[in-house]
Nanobody, 115 residues
């Protein structure tokens, strides 16, 4: 079993920044992929960015210039740096960990960007 705890969300003005953290604990395999998803009210959940254990990253095209995903394997923590935030970035952000045969989700952290 794996537990994921997100933190770092909050209320920020447009143009501001936030850094989300996802701390993982439990039975974490070395070969895993961690992703950040977001879900705005009335919208489907979408994958924002992902990072493999060895640091290969992928981004939603529309966000790759503003968001950066990174990880510290020694701390079992993945980060999402979000810059130049826009009101349309308002959503609940979820951490997701995928390893062979299993997928885990965190409880989510709210990000609200005011105009």
């Amino acid at each position: 079993q794996v537990q994921l705890v997100e933190s770092g969300g909050g209320l920020v003005q447009a143009g501001g920044f936030l850094r989300l953290s996802c701390a993982a604990s439990g039975s974490i395999f070395s070969m895993n992929v961690v992703a950040w998803y977001r879900q705005a009210p009335g919208q489907r959940r979408e994958e924002v960015a992902s990072i493999t254990f060895d640091g290969i990253t992928k981004y939603l095209d529309s966000l790759k210039d503003r968001f950066t995903i990174s990880r510290d394997n020694a701390k079992n923590t993945v980060y999402l740096q979000m810059n130049s935030l826009k009101p349309e970035d308002t959503a609940v952000y979820y951490c997701n960990l995928r390893q062979p045969g299993y997928t885990y989700w965190g409880q989510g952290t709210q990000v609200t960007v005011s105009s």
